[in-house]
């Protein structure tokens, strides 16, 4: 009797692997400093509020999340607003004050029409699109291909719609790591930041951004399981 064993899904292990390290690093890093007071003593909502005032950024709002983790944060260029964790909001952590700024960050690349970031929002709608066809068009494709010459068809369209997945991972890399280095800089110049809380604040911004390293890495080996299940069914 012969059995298949699909070896394919191998690829996955690394990024696997590499997501749950650094998911793991955020929240150490986070658990960490939210735990380490301020040296300004000023909280999130503060820090971000004089960022954002230091940056021509007044007619910006910021808004508490009800519900969701102290993770949940982000900056809606629609509305113009800040939205942040009650968690970020009111503590005057490191990790608070660090996530407001890199938020701040979003806010003045939006402010400054940075390429990249509009770009990024652009493509929304359709990563959220393409997203949500890409696996069914590739399984149909894959299933279909032993009896249809449509198959092949439906499976290219199904890969060109994760491609597109994958360049929204790859453009979200320069944002997110622009807007940590916007914060640092202002956490310095503004004076929200002693050394210590400077280090700190790296710390957790790094361990943030490699998680957007990991999503990438993980889009990037889904793709390549892809083709090599296609390379056997040929």
């Known amino acids: 009797m012969y059995y298949y064993y699909d070896y394919s899904w191998f690829v996955l292990i690394p990024a696997i692997i590499f997501t749950f390290i650094c998911q793991s690093r ?29 940056n021509g950024l007044e007619n910006v709002t910021i808004n508490v999340i009800n519900g969701g983790n ?23 952590s490191v990790a608070s004050v660090c996530i407001a700024c890199h938020e701040v960050g979003h806010a003045i690349q939006d402010d400054q029409h940075y390429a990249l970031l509009a770009f990024r929002n652009g493509i929304v709608p359709v990563v959220n699109l393409t997203q949500m066809m890409s696996w069914p068009l590739i399984f149909f ?41 916007r914060a640092l800089e202002n956490l310095r110049t503004l004076g929200l930041a002693n050394e210590e809380d400077y280090i700190g604040s790296r710390t957790v911004l790094r361990a943030a951004a490699m998680t957007y390293v990991a999503a990438l890495a993980t889009a990037v080996a889904s793709l390549l399981r892809i083709f090599l299940i296609a390379g056997r069914r040929n």
Do not use: W
Request: charged residues 10%; aromatic residues 12%.
């Open 26 to 54: 955020i929240n150490s890093a986070y658990r960490t400093y939210s735990q380490v007071r301020i040296s300004t003593g000023v909280t999130g909502a503060e820090a971000a509020r004089r960022m954002m005032n230091a």
């Open 70 to 92: 102290a993770l949940t944060n982000y900056y809606d260029p629609n509305s113009k607003s800040l939205n942040l964790s009650r968690e970020v909001y009111g503590s005057p």
């Open 141 to 181: 494709g894959l299933i279909a291909s032993t009896a249809s010459p449509y198959g092949s068809f439906f499976f290219n369209i199904g890969v060109i719609c994760f491609l597109v997945v994958v360049l929204f991972h790859l453009v979200t890399l320069p944002v997110e790591f622009n807007a940590s280095n």
